[in-house]
C-alpha cells in the first residue's frame, strides 16, 4: 500500500465511511458500492492534492519512523473502522425503508460492498494516473523546445483538452448514438390492448391532422386508453361529455413549431376551445403523461375537458435529461405561445379555464412557457406541477425568495396567496379558503431525489440539509462534498421503487391537487372517494 498516498488514503477511508450515511432513497448493495466506490477515489484525490500542496509548501518529510507508525495505526485500525460502518450503513439503510415504508430489512451484503467499492476506486485511481502519465510525457516533449513553464501550462491544458474530447465528444457521441437508435425503434411499438379508436374527439383517427402512426408509443397509449363517455358518465352521470384528447407526436412534423401548429388545428377541429378546461400538458422525456394525473381531472368534470400535449423526444426522461433537456422546454414553450395565442383571441367570456400540467422533465418543459412567477399568473387559470426539477427556472426563483422561515422543501410564498407547495392531501388543504385565483400547485416530496439532485451539491451544502429536514428524510442525512451529489445522483434510479406519496410517485395527491386548483362543483368526500376507486380500477 506505500506505493499510494498515505494522506490520500486516510482521506480515501474518511469519504467510504461517509458514502455509507443514508440519503434521500433506500439503496441496494450494488448502488452503495457504486456510491463508495467514487467515493473512496475523490476522497484519494483530495488526499493526494493536500499532500503535494504539503510537500511543495513546506518542503519537508515526516522522518521514517513517523511514516512508519502512521501507516500501522492504520493498518490495525481501518478494518475495524470499514466493519464498524458497514454494520451502521446497513442499520441506517433498514431506519429508511421504515420511514419510506417501502418493506422489511434486507441484508446489506458489506463484504460485497467494500469489495466492489475498492475495484471501483483502484479503476478511477488506475485510469487518473495513466492520464498522469500522458501528461508528463506531454509536458517533456513540449519542455524540449519551450520553456519549462509554458509547457507546464500547455501540457496540462492539452492533457484536459483530450479527457474533455473523449468523454464529451467520443463517449457521450456514442452513448447518444445508441440511445436514439435503442429508444426510437421503441417508439414504433404499440402496448398491448391499445387500440385506434373512432370517436372524432382523439387525435390519430380518421379525419385528425395526426396519423395513428405517428404518435408515438406513449401518445397511442395516451389516445388509446382515454375514458370513453360511458366511462365518464358511470361516475359523473348522464350530462357527462367524452373528454377531447389531442396528442402530436415527434414523427408528425419536423419541428416543434409545425407540430404545434398541427396541435392547435387539433384542438380547432376537436372544438376543444368549447370545453370548460383546457390543459395544455407537457409530457416527460418518451412522451408519457401519467394517467391518473390526466383521468383525474376528466373524471372530475365530466368530460367537459380537453388535453393537449406535444412530443419532443424519443428517450426516457433521464436519457433526455442528459442529451437534449433544452428541447422539452423549447417545445414547452412553444407549445403553450400556439394555445395562448388561440385561446386569447376569443372573446374573454367564451374561453375555457387555461390550465398546465407537467410532471418531472414535464413540469421543467412547462415552466418554460413563463419568464417569471407573475408572468406564470398572469399567462394561466391555475396549474399542476408533480416533481419539478432542480434547475427549473421559475421554481428555482420561487424557491429562493419563499418567505423566511419557511424550508427549501415546502416554501412558502407571498404567503401563499395564489402560488403553492404541498407533499400530502393535508397540506393541500391548509387555509385552502384564503387560497386566490389562479392556482397554481407545487407537488414535491423531501424525499424526492429528482427534485433535489443538483450539481451545486458537489461544493455547496443545499438549504434542505441546513433546515429542519422534511418527515420522510433521515435525521442521520449529512451534506459532504461530492459524497451527497453523488448519493442524491445514484438515488434518483431508486425514486419510483417507494411507495405512492413518497420519492418521485405523485398519483395518490392528484385529485386532491385538480380539485384544489380547480374548485369543481359539487364536491364532496364521496367524490372524492369514488373518484380514487375509478382511478385505481382503470
Known amino acids: ?149 509554458l509547457s507546464m501550462v500547455l501540457g496540462v491544458g492539452l492533457t ?34 391499445i387500440v385506434q379508436p373512432e370517436t372524432p374527439n382523439r387525435s390519430g383517427v380518421e379525419g385528425s391532422y395526426v396519423a395513428w402512426e405517428d404518435l408515438g408509443r406513449q401518445g397511442r397509449r395516451f389516445i388509446g386508453s382515454a375514458p370513453t363517455q360511458e366511462h365518464i358518465a358511470a361516475y359523473y ?27 392547435v388545428r387539433e384542438l380547432q377541429r ?49 436519457a433526455s435529461f442528459l442529451i437534449d433537456k433544452d428541447v422539452a422546454s423549447e417545445t414547452g414553450r412553444i407549445l ?7 385561446w386569447l383571441a376569443l372573446p374573454e367570456e367564451e374561453r375555457p379555464m387555461l390550465l398546465t400540467y407537467g410532471l418531472s422533465l414535464g413540469a421543467y418543459g412547462s415552466q418554460a412557457a413563463f419568464s417569471s412567477a407573475s408572468d406564470m399568473l398572469n399567462s394561466i387559470d391555475g396549474a399542476v406541477y408533480q416533481g419539478t426539477l432542480n434547475d427549473t427556472a421559475v421554481w428555482r426563483q420561487i424557491t429562493d425568495n419563499r418567505d423566511e422561515s419557511s424550508p427549501e422543501w415546502q416554501p412558502q410564498f407571498q404567503g401563499g396567496e395564489s402560488i403553492r407547495f404541498a407533499s400530502t392531501t393535508n397540506d393541500i388543504e391548509v387555509n385552502v379558503e384564503s387560497w386566490q385565483q389562479p392556482r397554481v400547485l407545487y407537488m414535491q416530496h423531501a424525499s424526492d431525489p429528482i427534485v433535489w439532485f443538483s450539481f451545486d451539491l458537489i461544493f455547496r451544502q443545499p438549504d434542505w440539509l441546513k433546515e429542519p429536514k422534511g418527515p420522510e428524510v433521515s435525521s442521520v442525512m449529512r451534506w459532504y462534498p461530492f459524497v451527497t451529489f453523488i448519493q442524491v445522483a445514484v438515488d434518483q434510479i431508486a425514486a419510483h421503487s417507494v411507495t405512492d406519496g413518497r420519492g418521485h410517485l405523485y398519483g395518490d395527491t392528484v385529485v386532491e391537487a385538480w380539485r384544489a386548483v380547480t374548485q369543481p362543483e359539487p364536491w364532496d368526500e364521496d367524490n372524492k372517494h369514488r373518484l380514487y376507486y375509478y382511478l385505481h380500477d382503470r
Request: some cysteine.
Open 1 to 149: 500500500m506505500r506505493k499510494y498516498s498515505y494522506l490520500g488514503i486516510v482521506s480515501a477511508l474518511v469519504f467510504f465511511c461517509f458514502s455509507l450515511l443514508p440519503s434521500l432513497m433506500p439503496r441496494t448493495w450494488l448502488l452503495q458500492a457504486i456510491v463508495s466506490g467514487l467515493s473512496l477515489a475523490f476522497g484519494y484525490g483530495i488526499g493526494l492534492l493536500i499532500s503535494i500542496l504539503l510537500r511543495k509548501t513546506f518542503k519537508v518529510s515526516p522522518p521514517l519512523r513517523i511514516r512508519r507508525a502512521a501507516w500501522s495505526v492504520f493498518v490495525y485500525s481501518a478494518p475495524i473502522v470499514v466493519v464498524a460502518f458497514l454494520y451502521l450503513g446497513s442499520v441506517w439503510q433498514d431506519e429508511l425503508r421504515g420511514l419510506l415504508q417501502v418493506g422489511e430489512a434486507v441484508p446489506f451484503r458489506g463484504l460485497r460492498v467494500f469489495v466492489v467499492a475498492v475495484v471501483i476506486a483502484s479503476s478511477v485511481i488506475w485510469l487518473s494516473g495513466k492520464i498522469k502519465v500522458f501528461s508528463s510525457w506531454l509536458i517533456s516533449k513540449l519542455d524540449a523546445r519551450l520553456p519549462f513553464r
Open 160 to 193: 484536459l483538452f483530450f479527457v474533455f474530447w473523449v468523454v464529451s465528444g467520443v463517449f457521450f457521441n456514442f452513448f447518444e448514438t445508441w440511445a436514439y437508435k435503442t429508444f426510437r425503434a421503441e417508439n414504433d411499438t404499440t402496448l398491448e390492448n
Open 237 to 263: 352521470g348522464d350530462e357527462s361529455l367524452e373528454p377531447i384528447r389531442v396528442y402530436v407526436g415527434i414523427d408528425s412534423a419536423l419541428s416543434a413549431q409545425e407540430r404545434a401548429d398541427i396541435a
Open 270 to 318: 376537436t372544438n376543444a376551445f368549447d370545453r370548460r378546461i383546457l390543459v395544455i400538458a407537457v409530457p416527460t422525456g418518451t412522451g408519457w403523461l401519467e394517467p391518473k394525473a390526466v383521468d383525474a381531472i376528466e373524471y372530475m368534470h365530466g368530460g367537459d375537458t380537453a388535453i393537449v400535449a406535444q412530443q419532443y423526444s424519443y428517450l426516457p426522461s433521464w
Open 336 to 342: 403553450f405561445d400556439a394555445v395562448h395565442a388561440e
